[in-house]
């Protein structure tokens, strides 16, 4: 599936891994509304993308994806600016074991009013011309990670969600792929912030950090170049792509049925 002229709505997308999604759509001929809190960011960015691409092919928008009434503010503002969404890239996401509740409401809760949001714009039985959303859960979407339990939480139920949603999809027939993206540790804000932000379980840093030394650090560019996968290859729904240092694959699922 060729980018050209197609519209993408990014969420987390002023900073690390949204910022990378961002640029890569834009870079093949995808128009995108950038949705984000952070506006300081957000209008650094802007301004480089400006100059890269112009003002036609980007839209900043002020959006908290813990607001119903933004995220639909939001969408509404991009369908109409661009005429039409055709990928959803649900990335916002945070990590903080001590305001865990918040951890929810961004990381799963977040996931799931953009997707739903999105439907009412891209499912074909609701005037949409269907398209395909990609969830960014993690690699602790696939394991535990001991000094972060709520938000492993949060990734494993983007996981669960976005697989029932590739199959819910299908057999409505929406028209709309659902794909996760599992990217393993990558050096971002987020990342940073890994013992500050463990609360309770600060004490067990020193085991995520030898996770760290395991896993290695994957590049932004190969976690941006596996959402294109994701997004241009049609075959691809209900999928699970492992991003990290020494590994890019599709999980492969155990059947219980
Ligand atoms: N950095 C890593 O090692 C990994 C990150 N991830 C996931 O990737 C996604 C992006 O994370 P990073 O790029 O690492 O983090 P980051 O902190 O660099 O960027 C996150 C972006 O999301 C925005 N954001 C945060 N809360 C928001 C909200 N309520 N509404 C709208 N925007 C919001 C921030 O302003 C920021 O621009 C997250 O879902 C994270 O859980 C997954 C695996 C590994
Ligand atoms: C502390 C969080 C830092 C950044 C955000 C983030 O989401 C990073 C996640 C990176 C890696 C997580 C790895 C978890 C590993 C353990 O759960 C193991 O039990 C194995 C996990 C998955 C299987 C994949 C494999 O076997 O290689």
């Given amino acids: 599936m060729s980018l050209n002229g197609k519209t993408a709505v990014v969420t987390g997308a002023a900073l690390g891994i949204g910022r990378a999604i961002t640029e890569l759509l834009l870079q093949q001929g995808a128009k995108v509304a950038l949705l984000d809190v952070n506006k300081t960011a957000s209008e650094s960015l802007m301004e480089v993308l400006h100059k890269q691409y112009g003002r036609e092919r980007t839209l900043f928008l002020n959006c908290d994806v813990e607001s119903e009434e933004q995220i639909k503010a939001a969408f509404q503002k991009a369908a109409e600016t661009f005429g039409g969404i055709d990928i959803v890239c649900n990335n916002a996401g945070v990590l903080n074991e001590d305001t865990w509740e918040k951890t929810v409401s961004v990381n799963l809760m977040g996931v799931i009013r953009g997707s739903y949001t999105a439907l009412e714009h891209m499912s074909k039985l609701s005037g949409g011309r269907g398209g395909v959303i990609i969830n960014t859960a993690s690699l602790a979407g696939l394991g535990p990670l001991p000094s972060c339990p709520v938000y492993t939480a949060t990734k494993h139920a983007v996981v669960g969600f976005t697989r029932a949603m590739a199959a819910a999809s299908t057999a409505s027939g929406y028209g709309v792929r659902f794909n996760t993206l599992c990217p393993g540790f990558v050096r971002t804000d987020l990342f940073s912030s890994i013992i500050s932000n463990s609360g309770r379980f600060s004490h067990l840093t020193d085991a ?14 190969d976690v941006a170049a596996a959402v294109l996968e994701m997004v241009t290859d049609e075959t691809k729904n209900g999928e699970a792509f492992l991003v990290s240092a020494k590994r890019k694959e599709y999980v492969r699922f155990a059947s219980f049925v």
């Fill in 208 to 221: 995520t950090q030898q996770l760290v030394e395991h896993f290695g650090i994957v590049d932004l560019a």
